[in-house]
């Protein structure tokens, strides 16, 4: 007598992946659209207080130089060695961008000679499209 043996064959459970990549795209675009990128903030400066503000209406065209109290000079994310570097800097930004304004962020205890140097030198790359950044009063 022969005994038969049966093996038994194991069910076998798939996962279903057909909707995987529309999860994996759901997911990148989530993370895309709630991801914020971090900006260069310059350096800390103190803004003067004004009554009169006028907000700009883009910031699709703007450069930003900070000047803080020590004198310490930035323009966007380069830190200006001597200030004829910075003509040279604006002139480029210029030549790049046609419609550029330069935003001004002066501390309010920054030496007013090294303001003055910071518009000369802007004059001299005929940078003329000049914005000075302050906080409303109150």
């Known amino acids: ?7 038994k064959t194991s069910i076998k459970i798939g996962i279903p992946t057909a909707s995987m990549p529309d999860i994996i795209f759901q997911l990148l675009i989530f993370f895309m659209v709630s991801t ?15 009554k009169m503000i006028e907000k700009l209406p883009t910031k699709r065209h703007v450069s930003t130089i ?3 109290e020590k004198g310490r000079v930035v323009i966007d994310d380069v830190t200006v060695k001597k200030l004829d570097d910075l003509r040279l800097i604006a002139y480029n930004k210029l030549a790049e961008d046609p419609l550029l304004v330069i935003s001004l ?26 914005n000075y950044s302050a906080i409303p009063a109150g």
Request: glycine letters at 4%; zero cysteines; hydrophobic letters at 45%.
């Open 1 to 7: 007598m022969a005994v038969k043996i049966e093996k």
């Open 36 to 50: 914020v990128l971090r900006q260069y903030s310059g350096l800390k400066v103190d803004l003067p207080d004004a």
């Open 66 to 68: 900070w000047v803080d």
């Open 105 to 130: 962020k002066i501390d309010k205890n920054a030496d007013m000679g090294i303001v003055t140097d910071v518009q000369q030198e802007l004059r001299k790359a005929n940078t003329l499209r000049i």
